[in-house]
């Protein structure tokens, strides 16, 4: 009934918004007179976004329903945690790209599991 790709929409959200937030973060550590410039807390930024992109790229491909559920549950804390970081670092674009990717996991995590997808096809 649900095409495969419809089910890696929330995934999908996730890897795009985490890019966007490592090119934001990239641009407040190397541009000078951003307020962060140089600092460990945009690397440490730039580092988180990179993690989540690597976490929403396996949560797209993963099968196993407790793999699902422990990915989710890293990349909330990631999401969180970046947040909290762009915060501090008054980078609110990161902000945004975060909460953008926690709707992005909600819509991954209400996506039909793998085993409901099999009995529907």
Same mark, same amino acid.
């Not at 890696?8 to 985490?18: N, T």
């Not at 937030?21 to 190397?30: D, M, N, V």
């Not at 790209?97 to 039909?112: F, H, K, S, T």
């Given at each position: ?7 890696? /929409? ?27 410039? %140089? ?7 730039? /580092? ?13 491909? /993963?099968? %196993? ?12 804390? %990631? ?30 995590? /209400? ?11």
């Amino acid at each position: 009934m649900l095409p495969s790709n419809s089910s890696r /929409v929330g995934a999908i959200i996730v890897l795009i918004v985490s890019l966007a937030g490592l090119a934001i973060a990239l641009y407040a550590y190397f541009t000078p007179l951003t307020g962060v410039t %140089g600092t460990l807390g945009a690397l440490i930024a730039i /580092v988180a976004c990179l993690v989540l992109a690597v976490l929403a790229l396996l949560l797209a491909v /993963v099968k %196993g329903r407790g793999a699902s559920i422990a990915l989710r549950v890293l990349t909330l804390i %990631g999401l969180a945690g970046t947040f909290f970081a762009a915060m501090l670092l008054h980078q609110w674009w990161v902000c945004v790209a975060m909460v953008i990717g926690l709707i992005g996991l909600i819509l991954d995590m /209400v996506r039909p599991s793998h085993h409901a997808r099999a009995t529907h096809a």
